[in-house]
């Protein structure tokens, strides 16, 4: 049996309708219980190290970031370099916690260097999860014999 590449289980998500793509800063509505994958991409250049990414999703109070749903990424492997190298990784977040409602923030960093990689996006999910109905009217009305 032959392993499936990331890549190709990726192209095989999207085709079958089951992974949407949303630039950053865009809105991405959810239902509660959904997977939202938080992609990242970085440059770097110094010694050779392993990093792990972390991502959030939660609401900003009063400047805190309040995490209601939250996960760690595959560690990352830097190579040693004198020139910026680029990366780019995502990390997988389960949204059971997040109550249905609008307009919550995510953010990104890299556990071993939070200062330099913190980055946060504000009002850009929203959770559906409560049921919504629209142009519910009669359309007919007979006599039956």
Do not use: H
Not at 33 to 56: I, M, N
Not at 73 to 89: H, I, N, V
Not at 108 to 123: A, G, H, I, N, R
């Amino acid at each position: 049996m032959c392993a499936m590449s990331e890549e190709q289980a990726e192209r095989i998500l999207r085709q079958a309708g089951l992974l949407t793509d949303v630039p950053a800063g865009q809105k991405l509505q959810i239902m509660q219980g959904d997977v939202v994958r938080v992609s990242f991409a970085f440059d770097y250049r110094g010694p050779a190290q392993s990093v792990t990414p972390y991502a959030s999703i939660g609401k900003i109070t009063l400047g805190i970031f309040d995490e209601i749903a939250y996960a760690q990424g595959l560690k990352k492997t830097l190579s040693q370099s004198y020139d910026w190298l680029s990366y780019a990784g995502y990390v997988d977040i389960n949204t059971s916690n997040c109550k249905p409602e609008t307009n919550y923030d995510v953010y990104v960093k890299l556990l071993e260097y939070p200062s330099q990689t913190y980055v946060k996006l504000v009002d850009v999910i929203d959770v559906l999860g409560l049921a919504e109905f629209r142009n519910f009217a009669i359309t007919e009305y007979v006599k039956l014999v």
